[in-house]
């Protein structure tokens, strides 16, 4: 159970990190 919630936890973490990533990313690409 413990183990579950820690896959999720680093899943969503991961996850929010890619998006912020993207957004980012394409916010700089479209100012440049």
Same mark, same amino acid.
């Given at each position: 159970? @413990? &183990? @579950?919630?820690? !896959? @999720?936890? *680093? &899943? !969503?973490? =991961? *996850?929010? &990190?890619? *998006?912020?990533?993207?957004? *980012? =990313?394409?916010?700089?690409? @479209?100012?440049?």
């Amino acid at each position: 159970m @413990l &183990g @579950l919630m820690a !896959a @999720l936890a *680093i &899943g !969503a973490t =991961f *996850i929010t &990190g890619t *998006i912020s990533t993207v957004y *980012i =990313f394409k916010k700089v690409w @479209l100012e440049s």
